[in-house]
Protein backbone atom coordinates (compact mmCIF):
# COMPACT_ATOMS: atom_id res chain seq x y z
CA UNK A 1 0.00 0.00 0.00
CA UNK A 2 3.07 2.51 0.64
CA UNK A 3 4.20 1.99 -2.45
CA UNK A 4 0.86 2.60 -4.08
CA UNK A 5 0.65 5.80 -2.15
CA UNK A 6 4.10 6.89 -3.00
CA UNK A 7 3.22 6.32 -6.89
CA UNK A 8 0.09 8.37 -6.45
CA UNK A 9 2.23 10.91 -5.23
CA UNK A 10 4.33 11.40 -8.41
CA UNK A 11 1.17 11.14 -10.76
CA UNK A 12 1.06 14.40 -12.85
CA UNK A 13 -2.84 14.88 -14.06
CA UNK A 14 -2.98 17.63 -16.96
CA UNK A 15 -6.89 18.65 -16.84
CA UNK A 16 -7.73 20.53 -20.21
CA UNK A 17 -10.59 23.28 -19.58
CA UNK A 18 -12.16 26.50 -21.46
CA UNK A 19 -13.54 29.62 -19.97
CA UNK A 20 -16.90 29.75 -21.91
CA UNK A 21 -19.33 30.48 -19.07
CA UNK A 22 -17.90 28.86 -15.81
CA UNK A 23 -19.43 24.80 -16.19
CA UNK A 24 -16.05 23.47 -17.33
CA UNK A 25 -13.77 25.84 -15.28
CA UNK A 26 -15.67 24.54 -12.17
CA UNK A 27 -15.26 20.99 -13.61
CA UNK A 28 -11.78 20.65 -13.74
CA UNK A 29 -11.31 22.90 -10.09
CA UNK A 30 -13.63 20.04 -8.90
CA UNK A 31 -11.16 17.66 -10.39
CA UNK A 32 -8.47 18.87 -8.77
CA UNK A 33 -9.59 19.02 -5.40
CA UNK A 34 -10.72 15.12 -5.75
CA UNK A 35 -6.99 14.62 -7.32
CA UNK A 36 -5.29 16.17 -4.31
CA UNK A 37 -7.28 14.66 -1.79
CA UNK A 38 -6.41 10.74 -3.02
CA UNK A 39 -2.90 12.42 -3.17
CA UNK A 40 -1.82 12.90 -6.55
CA UNK A 41 1.35 14.68 -6.43
CA UNK A 42 0.60 17.22 -9.01
CA UNK A 43 -2.12 18.46 -10.49
CA UNK A 44 -2.09 21.07 -14.06
CA UNK A 45 -5.32 23.17 -14.95
CA UNK A 46 -4.67 24.53 -18.58
CA UNK A 47 -7.46 26.42 -20.70
CA UNK A 48 -5.94 25.54 -23.90
CA UNK A 49 -7.78 27.91 -26.14
CA UNK A 50 -7.39 31.28 -23.90
CA UNK A 51 -3.11 30.13 -23.53
CA UNK A 52 -2.46 29.19 -27.49
CA UNK A 53 -4.76 31.52 -28.82
CA UNK A 54 -6.24 34.59 -26.72
CA UNK A 55 -7.56 36.76 -29.62
CA UNK A 56 -9.26 33.64 -30.80
CA UNK A 57 -10.25 32.96 -27.55
CA UNK A 58 -11.57 36.48 -26.69
CA UNK A 59 -13.71 36.67 -30.18
CA UNK A 60 -15.50 33.21 -29.10
CA UNK A 61 -16.36 34.07 -25.37
CA UNK A 62 -18.20 37.27 -27.02
CA UNK A 63 -19.49 35.14 -29.05
CA UNK A 64 -21.03 33.24 -27.05
CA UNK A 65 -21.96 35.93 -24.73
CA UNK A 66 -23.58 37.74 -27.35
CA UNK A 67 -25.51 34.16 -28.79
CA UNK A 68 -27.85 34.79 -25.98
CA UNK A 69 -29.50 38.11 -27.13
CA UNK A 70 -27.95 38.80 -30.47
CA UNK A 71 -28.00 35.48 -32.95
CA UNK A 72 -29.11 32.67 -30.63
CA UNK A 73 -30.36 30.63 -33.77
CA UNK A 74 -27.16 31.05 -35.55
CA UNK A 75 -25.03 29.52 -32.19
CA UNK A 76 -27.90 26.88 -32.45
CA UNK A 77 -27.90 26.54 -35.91
CA UNK A 78 -23.65 25.40 -35.71
CA UNK A 79 -23.93 23.68 -32.52
CA UNK A 80 -26.88 21.28 -34.58
CA UNK A 81 -25.29 20.98 -37.75
CA UNK A 82 -21.81 19.75 -36.17
CA UNK A 83 -23.38 17.86 -33.54
CA UNK A 84 -22.95 14.33 -35.64
CA UNK A 85 -19.66 15.36 -36.91
CA UNK A 86 -17.20 12.38 -37.39
CA UNK A 87 -13.65 11.83 -35.27
CA UNK A 88 -12.05 11.25 -39.03
CA UNK A 89 -13.59 14.40 -41.03
CA UNK A 90 -11.54 17.15 -42.16
CA UNK A 91 -12.98 19.30 -39.85
CA UNK A 92 -12.62 17.55 -36.86
CA UNK A 93 -9.07 17.28 -37.72
CA UNK A 94 -9.01 21.18 -37.87
CA UNK A 95 -11.01 21.63 -34.74
CA UNK A 96 -9.17 19.05 -32.65
CA UNK A 97 -5.64 21.17 -33.73
CA UNK A 98 -6.08 24.10 -32.14
CA UNK A 99 -3.16 24.74 -29.14
CA UNK A 100 -1.35 21.98 -31.02
CA UNK A 101 2.27 23.60 -30.46
CA UNK A 102 1.09 25.16 -26.95
CA UNK A 103 0.12 21.58 -25.32
CA UNK A 104 3.04 19.62 -27.19
CA UNK A 105 5.69 22.38 -25.40
CA UNK A 106 3.88 21.65 -21.57
CA UNK A 107 3.29 17.84 -22.32
CA UNK A 108 7.15 18.57 -23.23
CA UNK A 109 8.19 19.77 -20.89
CA UNK A 110 5.80 18.54 -17.58
CA UNK A 111 5.23 14.88 -19.01
CA UNK A 112 1.83 14.23 -17.89
CA UNK A 113 0.71 10.59 -16.95
CA UNK A 114 -2.60 11.31 -18.08
CA UNK A 115 -5.13 14.18 -19.40
CA UNK A 116 -8.64 14.66 -18.26
CA UNK A 117 -10.58 17.47 -20.43
CA UNK A 118 -13.61 18.87 -19.06
CA UNK A 119 -14.06 20.60 -22.74
CA UNK A 120 -14.11 18.88 -25.82
CA UNK A 121 -10.62 20.78 -27.29
CA UNK A 122 -9.02 16.85 -28.18
CA UNK A 123 -5.62 17.78 -29.63
CA UNK A 124 -3.63 15.32 -27.44
CA UNK A 125 -4.37 12.77 -30.41
CA UNK A 126 -2.69 14.76 -33.31
CA UNK A 127 0.12 15.38 -31.37
CA UNK A 128 0.98 11.56 -30.09
CA UNK A 129 1.22 10.89 -33.83
CA UNK A 130 4.26 12.97 -34.51
CA UNK A 131 6.71 10.73 -31.75
CA UNK A 132 5.02 11.71 -28.52
CA UNK A 133 4.53 9.04 -26.26
CA UNK A 134 1.21 7.90 -25.83
CA UNK A 135 -0.47 9.51 -22.67
CA UNK A 136 -4.05 7.88 -21.93
CA UNK A 137 -6.63 10.26 -22.20
CA UNK A 138 -10.32 10.78 -20.26
CA UNK A 139 -13.39 12.71 -21.06
CA UNK A 140 -15.58 14.13 -18.55
CA UNK A 141 -18.57 15.47 -20.34
CA UNK A 142 -20.15 18.76 -18.54
CA UNK A 143 -23.97 18.49 -20.81
CA UNK A 144 -26.72 16.29 -20.51
CA UNK A 145 -26.58 15.82 -24.43
CA UNK A 146 -23.75 13.95 -26.15
CA UNK A 147 -22.22 16.51 -29.07
CA UNK A 148 -20.09 14.25 -31.17
CA UNK A 149 -17.00 16.78 -30.78
CA UNK A 150 -16.45 14.36 -27.49
CA UNK A 151 -15.85 11.48 -29.01
CA UNK A 152 -12.51 10.10 -30.27
CA UNK A 153 -11.39 6.71 -30.64
CA UNK A 154 -8.15 7.75 -28.77
CA UNK A 155 -9.87 8.44 -25.88
CA UNK A 156 -9.30 5.45 -23.05
CA UNK A 157 -12.77 6.31 -20.89
CA UNK A 158 -15.93 8.52 -20.86
CA UNK A 159 -17.72 10.10 -17.59
CA UNK A 160 -21.23 11.27 -18.33
CA UNK A 161 -24.11 12.53 -16.41
CA UNK A 162 -26.63 10.04 -16.47
CA UNK A 163 -27.14 6.27 -17.80
CA UNK A 164 -29.28 7.82 -20.64
CA UNK A 165 -26.17 9.75 -22.13
CA UNK A 166 -23.90 6.32 -21.25
CA UNK A 167 -26.08 4.09 -23.69
CA UNK A 168 -26.51 7.03 -26.32
CA UNK A 169 -22.79 7.23 -26.19
CA UNK A 170 -22.51 3.63 -26.75
CA UNK A 171 -24.77 3.42 -29.65
CA UNK A 172 -21.92 5.26 -31.47
CA UNK A 173 -19.08 2.09 -30.96
CA UNK A 174 -17.86 3.20 -27.97
CA UNK A 175 -17.54 0.11 -25.47
CA UNK A 176 -19.45 0.47 -22.93
CA UNK A 177 -17.10 -0.57 -20.04
CA UNK A 178 -15.46 2.43 -21.26
CA UNK A 179 -18.14 4.72 -20.23
CA UNK A 180 -19.14 6.30 -16.37
CA UNK A 181 -22.39 7.17 -15.74
CA UNK A 182 -20.60 9.17 -12.37
CA UNK A 183 -22.24 12.36 -12.43
CA UNK A 184 -20.90 16.16 -13.49
CA UNK A 185 -18.22 16.75 -11.18
CA UNK A 186 -19.14 19.65 -8.48
CA UNK A 187 -17.72 21.69 -6.23
CA UNK A 188 -19.91 19.87 -3.20
CA UNK A 189 -19.79 16.09 -3.09
CA UNK A 190 -23.01 15.94 -1.40
CA UNK A 191 -26.21 17.70 -0.72
CA UNK A 192 -26.32 20.44 1.13
CA UNK A 193 -28.42 20.26 4.41
CA UNK A 194 -31.25 22.42 5.29
CA UNK A 195 -29.45 25.45 6.55
CA UNK A 196 -30.55 27.31 10.12
CA UNK A 197 -32.65 30.72 10.39
CA UNK A 198 -29.44 32.21 11.36
CA UNK A 199 -28.02 31.00 7.29
CA UNK A 200 -30.92 32.59 5.96
CA UNK A 201 -30.95 35.97 7.83
CA UNK A 202 -27.10 36.17 6.74
CA UNK A 203 -28.50 36.30 3.45
CA UNK A 204 -30.60 38.60 4.16
CA UNK A 205 -33.68 36.07 3.69
CA UNK A 206 -36.72 35.75 5.58
CA UNK A 207 -36.76 31.73 6.83
CA UNK A 208 -40.63 31.76 7.07
CA UNK A 209 -41.31 32.47 3.61
CA UNK A 210 -40.57 30.81 0.47
CA UNK A 211 -37.64 31.32 -1.50
CA UNK A 212 -36.94 31.44 -5.50
CA UNK A 213 -33.44 31.19 -6.32
CA UNK A 214 -33.01 32.73 -9.99
CA UNK A 215 -29.38 32.39 -11.22
CA UNK A 216 -28.43 34.55 -13.96
CA UNK A 217 -25.60 32.57 -14.99
CA UNK A 218 -22.18 32.82 -13.96
CA UNK A 219 -21.72 36.18 -16.65
CA UNK A 220 -25.24 37.20 -15.74
CA UNK A 221 -26.58 36.23 -19.11
CA UNK A 222 -30.38 35.22 -18.40
CA UNK A 223 -32.09 37.22 -20.36
CA UNK A 224 -35.73 39.35 -19.56
CA UNK A 225 -34.13 38.86 -15.46
CA UNK A 226 -36.11 42.33 -14.49
CA UNK A 227 -39.39 41.82 -15.39
CA UNK A 228 -39.15 37.86 -14.62
CA UNK A 229 -38.03 38.99 -11.01
CA UNK A 230 -40.62 41.51 -10.91
CA UNK A 231 -43.42 39.02 -11.48
CA UNK A 232 -42.40 36.04 -9.21
CA UNK A 233 -42.13 38.54 -6.74
CA UNK A 234 -45.97 39.28 -6.52
CA UNK A 235 -46.72 35.58 -6.70
CA UNK A 236 -47.44 33.18 -3.63
CA UNK A 237 -45.78 35.56 -1.20
CA UNK A 238 -42.38 34.66 -2.39
CA UNK A 239 -39.24 36.08 -2.23
CA UNK A 240 -36.50 36.17 -4.69
CA UNK A 241 -33.07 35.75 -4.25
CA UNK A 242 -31.06 37.01 -7.53
CA UNK A 243 -27.35 35.66 -8.48
CA UNK A 244 -25.89 38.03 -11.05
CA UNK A 245 -22.59 36.45 -11.16
CA UNK A 246 -19.43 38.21 -12.24
CA UNK A 247 -21.74 40.68 -13.93
CA UNK A 248 -21.60 43.59 -12.14
CA UNK A 249 -22.85 45.88 -14.25
CA UNK A 250 -26.17 43.63 -13.75
CA UNK A 251 -25.66 43.77 -10.04
CA UNK A 252 -25.96 47.33 -9.90
CA UNK A 253 -28.53 48.21 -12.11
CA UNK A 254 -30.82 45.02 -10.05
CA UNK A 255 -29.90 46.35 -6.73
CA UNK A 256 -30.85 50.17 -8.04
CA UNK A 257 -34.17 48.43 -9.18
CA UNK A 258 -35.01 46.50 -6.33
CA UNK A 259 -33.10 48.10 -3.34
CA UNK A 260 -36.34 49.07 -1.55
CA UNK A 261 -37.42 47.26 1.61
CA UNK A 262 -40.03 44.83 1.07
CA UNK A 263 -39.64 44.74 -2.29
CA UNK A 264 -39.18 40.77 -1.59
CA UNK A 265 -35.89 40.53 -4.37
CA UNK A 266 -32.76 40.13 -2.44
CA UNK A 267 -29.88 40.91 -5.17
CA UNK A 268 -26.98 38.72 -5.00
CA UNK A 269 -22.93 38.89 -7.10
CA UNK A 270 -20.93 35.77 -7.73
CA UNK A 271 -21.65 33.10 -4.14
CA UNK A 272 -18.97 30.33 -4.08
CA UNK A 273 -21.00 29.13 -1.00
CA UNK A 274 -24.19 28.22 -3.92
CA UNK A 275 -24.80 25.22 -2.08
CA UNK A 276 -26.08 27.24 1.25
CA UNK A 277 -28.37 29.27 -0.92
CA UNK A 278 -29.52 26.36 -2.48
CA UNK A 279 -30.38 24.67 0.37
CA UNK A 280 -32.42 27.53 1.37
CA UNK A 281 -34.28 27.67 -1.90
CA UNK A 282 -37.84 25.79 -2.88
CA UNK A 283 -37.04 25.83 -6.22
CA UNK A 284 -34.67 27.44 -8.91
CA UNK A 285 -34.40 29.48 -11.92
CA UNK A 286 -31.76 29.10 -14.60
CA UNK A 287 -30.51 28.70 -18.13
CA UNK A 288 -29.63 24.86 -18.54
CA UNK A 289 -26.23 24.73 -18.31
CA UNK A 290 -25.06 21.00 -17.01
CA UNK A 291 -22.81 22.18 -14.10
CA UNK A 292 -25.86 24.36 -12.58
CA UNK A 293 -28.31 21.87 -13.57
CA UNK A 294 -26.23 18.94 -11.43
CA UNK A 295 -25.79 21.12 -8.75
CA UNK A 296 -29.52 22.16 -8.59
CA UNK A 297 -30.49 18.31 -8.63
CA UNK A 298 -28.12 17.54 -5.55
CA UNK A 299 -30.05 19.85 -3.79
CA UNK A 300 -33.16 18.21 -4.82
CA UNK A 301 -34.38 21.73 -6.32
CA UNK A 302 -37.17 22.08 -8.67
CA UNK A 303 -36.34 23.61 -11.69
CA UNK A 304 -37.51 25.97 -13.98
CA UNK A 305 -35.48 26.49 -17.45
CA UNK A 306 -36.56 29.88 -18.48
CA UNK A 307 -35.86 30.57 -22.51
CA UNK A 308 -33.05 28.06 -23.40
CA UNK A 309 -30.49 28.90 -25.38
CA UNK A 310 -30.79 26.91 -28.88
CA UNK A 311 -28.65 23.81 -28.38
CA UNK A 312 -26.82 21.75 -25.71
CA UNK A 313 -28.53 24.08 -23.13
CA UNK A 314 -32.05 23.56 -25.07
CA UNK A 315 -31.30 19.69 -25.23
CA UNK A 316 -30.33 20.05 -21.38
CA UNK A 317 -33.82 21.41 -20.71
CA UNK A 318 -35.52 18.71 -22.91
CA UNK A 319 -33.87 16.21 -21.46
CA UNK A 320 -35.14 16.91 -17.90
CA UNK A 321 -38.04 18.40 -18.88
CA UNK A 322 -38.68 14.79 -20.51
CA UNK A 323 -37.74 13.56 -16.90
CA UNK A 324 -40.51 15.43 -14.99
CA UNK A 325 -37.13 16.87 -13.23
CA UNK A 326 -37.84 20.63 -15.13
CA UNK A 327 -40.54 22.44 -16.43
CA UNK A 328 -39.35 24.87 -19.88
CA UNK A 329 -40.76 28.43 -20.04
CA UNK A 330 -40.57 30.73 -22.41
CA UNK A 331 -42.58 33.71 -21.05
CA UNK A 332 -41.81 35.51 -17.64
CA UNK A 333 -46.01 35.09 -17.27
CA UNK A 334 -45.75 31.28 -18.15
CA UNK A 335 -43.22 31.31 -15.65
CA UNK A 336 -44.48 32.87 -12.65
CA UNK A 337 -47.75 30.76 -13.16
CA UNK A 338 -45.56 28.08 -13.09
CA UNK A 339 -44.04 28.56 -9.88
CA UNK A 340 -47.03 29.99 -8.35
CA UNK A 341 -48.25 26.47 -9.32
CA UNK A 342 -45.77 24.85 -7.63
CA UNK A 343 -45.61 26.59 -4.42
CA UNK A 344 -49.15 25.73 -3.97
CA UNK A 345 -49.30 22.25 -4.56
CA UNK A 346 -47.04 20.54 -2.39
CA UNK A 347 -47.85 17.32 -4.49
CA UNK A 348 -46.72 18.50 -7.46
CA UNK A 349 -43.32 19.52 -6.23
CA UNK A 350 -42.60 15.97 -4.40
CA UNK A 351 -43.10 14.81 -7.96
CA UNK A 352 -40.73 16.60 -9.10
CA UNK A 353 -38.26 16.24 -6.52
CA UNK A 354 -38.63 12.45 -7.01
CA UNK A 355 -37.80 12.66 -10.36
CA UNK A 356 -34.66 14.96 -9.91
CA UNK A 357 -33.92 11.99 -7.06
CA UNK A 358 -33.82 9.17 -9.66
CA UNK A 359 -30.91 10.97 -12.01
CA UNK A 360 -28.83 12.36 -9.04
CA UNK A 361 -25.60 11.51 -8.52
CA UNK A 362 -23.06 12.48 -5.31
CA UNK A 363 -19.53 12.54 -5.25
CA UNK A 364 -19.02 12.57 -8.71
CA UNK A 365 -15.66 14.17 -8.86
CA UNK A 366 -14.01 11.81 -6.12
CA UNK A 367 -15.70 9.29 -8.39
CA UNK A 368 -13.60 10.19 -11.14
CA UNK A 369 -10.53 10.96 -9.78
CA UNK A 370 -10.09 7.34 -8.16
CA UNK A 371 -11.18 5.41 -11.36
CA UNK A 372 -8.60 7.57 -13.55
CA UNK A 373 -5.75 6.96 -11.14
CA UNK A 374 -6.46 3.09 -10.57
CA UNK A 375 -7.27 3.10 -14.27
CA UNK A 376 -3.43 3.91 -15.17
CA UNK A 377 -1.90 1.10 -16.27
CA UNK A 378 1.28 2.18 -13.35
CA UNK A 379 -0.68 1.41 -10.49
Known sequence: MLEIANRIGTLKILIVYASFGD????????LKQSFSAIGVGQIMLLDLLAESHPRLNEFSRFFYMKSYSLWPQVYGWMYDATRSMKPNSLFSHWLHSIGAVTLRRLIDRERPDAVVHTFPLLVLPSISRKGLPRIPMYNVVTDFDLHMRWVHPKVDKYYVATEDLRDELARTGIPIARIAATGIPLRFASAPSRPAAATAERFGLDPSRPTVLVMAGAYGVLSGVRELCRRLADSQGAQIALVCGRNRALETAMRHEFGAEGCGVRVFGYIERIDELMGLSACIVTKP????????????????????LPGQERNNARYLAAKGAAVVCKTPRELAASIAGLLGNPS?????????GALRKEGAADRIALDIVQDLPVI
Request: glycine share 10%; hydrophobic share 50%; net charge positive.
Open 23 to 30: GHRQAALA
Open 289 to 308: GGLTLSEAMLAGLPMFLYRP
Open 348 to 356: QRHQMQAAI
